[in-house]
């Protein structure tokens, strides 16, 4: 039976100490199999919501090398799957901190891309196959 009950502080203990046992990719299905009565959403928003208060939420860090050949590889393989990209390879950071650097990778595609006037709008499009090959180039 599901409870909507306030978390308790054990619990909250016990979510904390399961959630920092993985090194990738929460597995919150697992997660909840520990409490009697939680659900992996309830434990999910529970930890997000602990991380957000107690200070310790995902932090910019800058991105190494190969965690950009990385994480253009698994979007050529899953493609912009967030919550999936964040939970097998980067857990500590989020889903936005993920999507900024996919715009911020494209962007600067983009701008190295000498523009044309006379090439119609369908002809400058670029395929998102185009532009991981392009930004791997470009990261290199």
Known sequence: MV???KWTQAEKELLE???SSYHSGINWNQI???FVSRTPKQCYDCYT???KSSGFERQYIKW???EEDQF???IQKVGVNWPRIQQDLFPQRSISQ???KYRQSIQHLMHEKPSNASVSATETTVS???IIEQLKMILQ
């Open 49 to 51: 919501l602990m991380k």
């Open 72 to 74: 253009i590889e698994y």
């Open 17 to 19: 100490q399961l959630a």
């Open 32 to 34: 909840a199999a520990k």
């Open 128 to 130: 998102q196959v185009d």
């Open 98 to 100: 993920l999507k900024n």
């Open 64 to 66: 190494t090398k190969q």
């Open 3 to 5: 409870s909507y009950n």
